[in-house]
């Protein structure tokens, strides 16, 4: 009786999920295959992954998605490494200072990166003022710039994770493993990295998938370098082709599917619950 009363509870968000997500990415993936409620079609697909100018334009969104995630946990593991083993009034200042820039509109941060970065930005100014470079740096409308705005936009989400899971971590076992013998990278290696692994997944997924299905950003500082996101608008909006963004909408679906499951595959491995 008292499982029955648990699964009655969670009945209205599954129902929820149901109705507002489950049911409409199923109903856009079935419908890439049936353009014209004809008998299945697949050669929308096959085409697609023979154009070499789409396969570019994956490669660049996977890239780009890789390597904000890499820098992001780079940056953000020892940052929450740092603010969890802060003073409880230290580490809640810190925090604030961490969340700040997620109550910035994301078109905000990218104006402020295309000043920053941009040919006549406060970068070339400057790397041009010391006599580094001698003419200016091609930093905005890249790949490099979208990847920039990215990890300033997702960075926080990262820290705050890993600092979530960072506080679990109890001192007395860093204080044993070292009582027994084991160097500050060995405590490091053997207790904290492994305890942190499902923070550092969790982080993980949420900026592949959000740097993955990000528009903005990319819209703004990449120009005429395409995502995967921005394809997905132009043919939308632009050439009214709602079949093929379909067919894009669905293959992001698929990727962030295939993405979540060998992160959550790499986790048990790394860190297997028994």
Not at 58 to 81: D, E, K, N, Q
Not at 221 to 233: A, C, K, N
Request: charged share 10%.
């Amino acid at each position: 009786m008292r499982n029955y009363y648990k699964y009655l509870l969670i009945l209205p968000g599954v129902l929820f999920l149901t109705i507002f997500m489950l049911v409409p990415i199923g109903m856009t993936i079935i419908s890439t295959f049936f353009p014209n409620e004809a008998a299945a079609d697949t050669s929308n697909y096959a085409s697609l992954f023979r154009d070499s100018y789409f396969l570019e334009i994956l490669w660049t969104t996977l890239r780009v998605s890789i390597l904000t995630t890499i820098i992001c946990m780079v940056i953000g593991f020892p940052t929450a490494y740092f603010i969890a083993r802060m003073s409880a009034k230290m580490k809640a200042v810190l925090l604030i200072l961490t969340i700040f820039p997620l109550l910035t509109s994301p078109v905000v941060r990218s104006f402020s990166w295309m000043v920053i970065i941009g040919r006549n930005g406060l970068v070339n100014e400057a790397l041009m003022g010391i006599g580094i470079i001698q003419e200016p740096l091609e930093i905005l409308y890249t790949p490099t710039a979208v990847i920039i705005g990215l990890v300033h936009l997702f960075l926080p989400l990262t820290i705050i994770t890993l600092v979530g899971v960072m506080e679990s971590i109890e001192s007395d076992l860093l204080t044993a493993a070292a009582s027994l013998g084991a160097s500050r990278l060995g405590v490091f290696a053997k207790v904290v990295l492994p305890l942190c692994v499902p923070g550092l997944v969790i982080g993980g997924i949420l900026v592949f998938v959000g740097s993955f299905t990000a528009y903005t950003t990319p819209a703004l500082l990449g120009g005429q370098q395409r995502v995967l996101s921005t394809l997905l608008y132009q043919n939308a909006n632009t050439l009214n082709d709602w079949h093929m963004a379909s067919i894009l909408a669905a293959i992001m679906i698929v990727v962030t599917l295939i993405v979540i499951t060998c992160m959550n595959l790499l986790a048990n491995k790394l860190n297997p619950r028994r």
